[in-house]
């Protein structure tokens, strides 16, 4: 009984004097330098970091240094020794559709999270646009159904020159350089439907300048026109 006491006691007497130890001021983080920002101005992740400062390098892991920032899709903590201080490398939130949403554009990213809040300049190269929405319950429908339809058609066009109508549901349509539309009705099947899509501009190609549509809401027996 008295050597489990002992045992314990010694056990006590460690942890305390590890945690003693990890809490010396030579441990204490100096400095946090912020890798990879992107478009997220640097200032605001400097206003969350700089709370880490002053407190122990080995107690520094992303359970214990909360990184709470919409922009911010993930961060990895790399720490330096003598003197203590941390990189934090940053991976933006991708912008991913450039909506408007009762009559003020909203940049999306893939799970619908708006990124151009308090005056954040997103990039929109790459985001496909949207034609006006009404509500957000659209917006929940867009992004859990037509991503798929987003990376394929960017491997065909510019993002710049697509324009994605959902306002019907059952004809989903994309406007190519407000001319040429791709005609995909419900969004079920989208997989063949792709398929559908690429066998026909693998056909009509040199001829698209003339095409006014493509229909392939039935993938089987795809129209031209």
Known sequence: MIRKILVLLIMVLLGAGLWWCAHLPIWNIQEVQIVGHGYIPPELIRERTNRWRNTSILMSTKQNLQLDIIWVEDYHIRRHFFPARLTVEIQPRMPVFAVPIN??????????RVLNQIGVIVPTENVLRVVPLNNWTEVDFLVKNLLPLYDYLGNIFQYADLKLDISRRNNIQVIVKDRLVLKFGQAVDLEQKYTALASVLADVRPFLDRIQYIDVSSYRT???K
């Open 222 to 224: 795809p129209a031209v």
């Open 103 to 112: 009559n003020q554009l909203c940049i999306l990213d893939a799970q619908g």
